[in-house]
């Protein structure tokens, strides 16, 4: 193998991994942040160390109290559309393309895990790893947890902060 060859070869994974950085940088600096409604659980891995399994709110969206698009099935791609509460964003319809949305209104693309009514959707932000040890402090709080999302134009969402009884988390010593 030659010199030019292996500078190539070598690069390209790094390409990959920066692309990959810049892709969850641009949700993370440019997106519309949002207040959602978790209630955590399994807080600890064998393979992973701590962290926190999130379900939020949104993540049931039941289907008789909202405007929705077909029918939905497990693995499908679905669209829910999110409006401001009073405090916590929620979830106003559901749709299977990208939605055009109106001022003050957020999309999330989510992946159908159980269909039916209420249908039972992943949005890819379940999982928040925190240092070892902290996991069960937050599960003690589960009613009191609330995550502040940014979500883009491309409806993915991204973590931002966990947020107990309003106050962001902060594991420092």
Known sequence: MNRKTFIIVML??????????????????????????????????????????????????????????????????????LSPGEKFWFATRAEKNKPALQKNEVCMKGKVMGSG??????????????????????EMNIRDVSVKVSVDSNCRAIIKELYIKDEPVKFGN
């Open 12 to 81: 390209i994974p790094m390409i990959a991994i920066l692309a990959f950085i810049g892709y969850n940088y641009y949700t993370y600096s440019t997106g519309k942040e949002i207040l959602l409604k978790t209630a955590p659980v399994d807080p600890w891995d064998l393979f992973r160390g701590d962290y926190v399994n999130l379900r939020y709110e949104i993540s049931t969206i039941n289907l008789s109290r909202i405007p929705y698009e077909g029918e939905f099935v497990e693995g499908d791609d679905v669209y829910a559309v």
């Open 117 to 138: 009514n209420p249908l039972r959707v992943e949005y890819g932000i379940e999982s928040y790893f925190v240092p070892e040890g902290k996991g069960r402090d937050i």
